[in-house]
């Protein structure tokens, strides 16, 4: 359960509270002064750390509810999930099907990709037909940003790689390529990096406009409808007391951008943490039913997955 290696010994201490879980039977466990404690699980990443910053730093009251949060990466999070680990987690859309019996989405939370996502990338000059001849470093295969390159080109080579060690193996040379996620698809111009495909755009072609589902947040079911609904309505109010409070946000979530300055880090945060991420309106539940239709199409997502019956907690 440990946080992020990137994380400072004073972040990871002060996330990384050892408590108590759930026991079999769903009921959580709760602190000295009676009230429920709720393990939220998000990436290490600005546009996650803004989205928590008021529910992290206790900025509104949560009667009844205590929130400590884990920070991991994105693909260790997803097999958390399908352990049923946490009670609440980030997870990606690709693996979403797998968790659904034990965990709902969110109807807030949402990453998408307004025309942009993630991209591969290489040192000038790499052309694509190379790039499809030698392993690409993924940051995992159950991220959507691998179901997106799985759609886009088909077949690849492929080796998982922490996503933050990604453009540093690009750089030098142990990797041709690699499928950059969170901050990566700003800094990558930093190093000169050629984008040989941005799959936010290419999702946005395919399907006449539609944002490209990235990551979203699941509760889980056995906690009870009534928790699991205030728990939205608390996620919900820490994303929009964010938005209309940025400047400490901003400042809180730039500890995770590994290093990107003030303009770097407000560009991604809006990228991924707008109107969207309140609710995901139409076209947005519309994008993830399409995405997860277009992984059982090529055999990546389970077919017995109805996309139809699809329910959003807070909708």
């Known amino acids: 359960m440990g946080i992020h290696t990137a994380l400072s010994t004073d972040v990871r201490r002060y996330f990384h509270t050892m408590v108590c879980g759930m026991n079999m039977s769903g009921e959580l466990a709760r602190d000295e002064e009676g009230n429920l404690i709720v393990r939220i699980g998000h990436s290490p990443d600005p546009d996650d750390a803004f989205m928590f910053h008021a529910l992290t730093t206790n900025a509104f009251p949560t009667p009844g509810y205590k929130f400590v949060h884990e920070l991991q990466d994105i693909e260790t999070l997803n097999h958390r999930a399908m352990n049923k680990d946490l009670e609440v987690s980030a997870v990606s859309i690709h693996a979403y099907p ?18 942009y996502g993630p991209m591969i990338v290489a040192k000038s000059g790499v052309s694509m ?37 990604i453009i540093p193996k690009i ?36 399907t006449d406009g539609l944002p490209m589902p990235l990551g979203g ?16 309505k608390y996620t919900k109010k820490s994303i929009e007391f964010a938005i209309s409070n940025p400047s400490e946000a901003l400042e809180f979530a730039k500890k995770w951008g590994r290093g990107i ?17 309140i609710d995901y309106k139409k076209e947005g539940r519309d994008s993830i039913r399409k995405f997860i239709s277009e992984g059982q199409r090529i055999g990546l997502i389970r077919n017995d997955f109805d996309t139809n019956s699809m329910k959003f907690i807070g909708e």
């Not at 495909?197 to 946005?204: F, H, Q, R, S, T």
């Not at 699941?218 to 205030?230: A, I, T, W, Y």
């Open 98 to 115: 797998e968790i659904s019996n034990d965990y709902a989405l969110m109807n807030c939370g949402a990453s998408m990709g307004e025309g």
């Open 129 to 165: 037909e190379e790039v499809k001849k030698n392993p690409i470093a993924v940051p995992g295969l159950k991220t959507s940003a691998y179901l997106g390159i799985k759609l886009c080109w088909g077949d690849l080579q492929y080796e998982v790689v922490p996503f933050d060690e």
């Open 171 to 206: 750089l030098s040379d142990e990797y041709l390529s690699g499928l950059i996620i969170h901050e990566g698809q700003l800094t990558y111009v930093d190093h000169d990096l050629d984008v040989l495909v941005d799959l936010g755009k290419w999702w946005n072609n395919l």
């Open 217 to 232: 947040n699941v509760v889980r079911r056995d906690l009870g409808e009534k928790v699991m609904e205030d728990i939205t």
């Open 261 to 277: 300055d003030d303009e770097t880090n407000q560009k991604f945060v809006t990228m991924y943490v707008n109107e969207r991420t």
